[in-house]
């Protein structure tokens, strides 16, 4: 799914286009805290999908966008008593956002990479070369990263209901901060599938569709 720049790039212009968020820490740790399950150990697809917030045995593509929202709508008003509201938002924009990127982005990825006659890596190595690339240009590209690192620097982690445990937000968080930290990525072979472009369009049009969900609502 999308990489952390995508996912505050998408939150940023949420909170610049209107909505209120009561602390912003708390708000973008949420926004990259369901990956933070990367930082289990031995965490396999079903850990992921719970973290996500996938129904059982289903897929993105299987799921309309709209019941999922009120379903999400739900989730926030039945935890709100539990955890932070603002963290609550960003876990919940972060999952809206990789719906919506697997539907576009990631499908069109799949069919290009099938129709690649001479692929010269492995499908999943293919995806996180071109997206680890262009994540990486972003932040090096961002006007706000300060902001909002700084932002991330002042949160603190807490165990978030029974899906992720305090070490593993925290863990998650630090990897962000320091991810980007060589200014280049660690992936060399040219960029093949997914463009910039593509990300910067699809970041356009996510943050103006959870906009309209949440006017809507």
């Given at each position: 799914?999308?990489?952390?720049?995508?996912?505050?790039?998408?939150?940023?212009?949420?909170?610049?286009?209107?909505?209120?968020?009561?602390?912003?820490?708390?708000?973008?740790?949420?926004?990259?805290?369901?990956?933070?399950?990367?930082?289990?150990?031995?965490?396999?697809?079903?850990?992921?999908?719970?973290?996500?917030?996938?129904?059982?045995?289903?897929?993105w593509n299987d799921i309309d966008e709209w019941d999922y929202y009120k379903f999400l709508?739900?989730?926030?008003?039945?935890?709100?008593?539990?955890?932070?509201?603002?963290?609550?938002?960003?876990?919940?924009?972060?999952?809206?956002?990789?719906?919506?990127?697997?539907?576009?982005?990631?499908?069109?990825?799949?069919?290009?990479?099938?129709?690649?006659?001479?692929?010269?890596?492995?499908?999943?190595?293919?995806?996180?070369?071109?997206?680890?690339?262009?994540?990486?240009?972003?932040?090096?590209?961002?006007?706000?990263?300060?902001?909002?690192?700084?932002?991330?620097?002042?949160?603190?982690?807490?165990?978030?209901?029974?899906?992720?445990?305090?070490?593993?937000?925290?863990?998650?968080?630090?990897?962000?901060?320091?991810?980007?930290?060589?200014?280049?990525?660690?992936?060399?072979?040219?960029?093949?599938?997914?463009?910039?472009?593509?990300?910067?369009?699809?970041?356009?049009?996510?943050?103006?569709?959870?906009?309209?969900?949440?006017?809507?609502?």
């Amino acid at each position: 799914m999308p990489l952390p720049m995508v996912h505050l790039s998408v939150a940023k212009n949420i909170v610049e286009s209107g909505f209120t968020v009561s602390a912003l820490p708390s708000f973008y740790l949420g926004v990259i805290s369901p990956d933070a399950i990367h930082m289990r150990q031995n965490a396999n697809r079903l850990d992921k999908h719970r973290t996500h917030l996938i129904p059982l045995g289903k897929k993105w593509n299987d799921i309309d966008e709209w019941d999922y929202y009120k379903f999400l709508l739900s989730f926030i008003e039945s935890n709100k008593k539990h955890s932070d509201l603002s963290f609550l938002w960003g876990y919940s924009i972060h999952i809206l956002t990789d719906m919506l990127w697997s539907k576009s982005v990631y499908n069109n990825f799949v069919k290009k990479y099938n129709e690649d006659t001479a692929p010269i890596q492995e499908e999943r190595w293919a995806y996180y070369n071109d997206t680890d690339i262009i994540d990486q240009i972003l932040f090096n590209e961002c006007p706000w990263r300060e902001n909002v690192w700084n932002h991330l620097q002042k949160a603190e982690a807490f165990d978030f209901l029974e899906l992720l445990t305090a070490d593993e937000i925290s863990s998650w968080n630090e990897r962000t901060l320091h991810w980007y930290d060589s200014g280049e990525s660690q992936h060399k072979n040219p960029i093949k599938y997914i463009t910039k472009s593509d990300v910067l369009n699809f970041i356009s049009d996510c943050s103006e569709t959870i906009l309209s969900y949440i006017n809507h609502a």
